[in-house]
T-cell receptor
């Protein structure tokens, strides 16, 4: 059965800290891995990763995929209170089936 | 604002009833995805339509059905509702079916079954 696992499930840090969120997966016919940020409303897209070893970066956020070890990490440097959210990892398989992980709840305190 | 609209925003109904959730994708997007998000199950992929045809199926119950119309809006029909169907239902759209297409999520419909 296809599955996506995220760790930790919950994280509390102080502003300015750097955090690393983990996502591992076991799926058949992997096509891509996506990261989303969900605050009070709908998830918003962060990154899509399809190739191993190529870092994607957007401001203080970056992500990388390891297709051999079947995991991805999402790094957030110099965290701010506005980074507080649930971070969702999802894997797309063939025929566009999408499997989401349970999410990591990040709380950044001043 | 992602450009994806969903109605209604909230829906409260009783067990055994049937409801219809509506989604209008972003202009030009051909693919529509439906997701269910509950506290204990997280975000679950239900079904995808592309240009009017079913493309992929996830954990969708037999009591649930969906369709995509010629104008590309989509409806998710939930019948014989149970308490456990209470959840946030998201619709997302993307331009096509390529795995490189980002999905844009609508604001969701919160369904409460009493």
């Amino acid at each position: 059965e296809d599955k996506v696992v995220q760790s930790p499930l919950s994280l509390v840090v102080h502003e300015g800290d750097t955090v690393t969120l983990n996502c591992s997966y076991e799926v058949t016919n992997f096509r891509s891995l996506l990261w989303y940020k969900q605050e009070k409303k709908a998830p918003t897209f962060l990154f899509m990763l399809t190739s191993s070893g190529i870092e994607k970066k957007s401001g203080r956020l970056s992500s990388i995929l390891d297709k051999k070890e079947l995991f991805s990490i999402l790094n957030i440097t110099a965290t701010q209170t506005g980074d507080s959210a649930i971070y969702l990892c999802a894997v797309k398989t063939s025929y566009d089936k999408v499997i989401f992980g349970p999410g990591t709840s990040l709380s950044v305190i001043p | 604002d992602s450009g994806v609209t969903q109605t209604p925003k909230h829906l409260i109904t009783a067990t055994g009833q049937r409801v219809t959730l509506r989604c209008s994708p972003r202009s030009g997007d051909l693919s529509v995805y439906w997701y269910q998000q509950s506290l204990d199950q997280g975000l679950q992929f239900l079904i995808q339509y592309y240009n009017g045809e079913e493309r992929a199926k996830g954990n969708i119950l037999e009591r649930f059905s969906a369709q995509q119309f010629p104008d590309l809006h989509s409806e998710l029909n939930l019948s014989s509702l149970e308490l456990g169907d209470s959840a946030l239902y998201f619709c997302a759209s993307s331009p096509g079916t390529s795995v490189n297409n980002e999905q844009f999520f609508g604001p969701g419909t919160r369904l409460t079954v009493l």
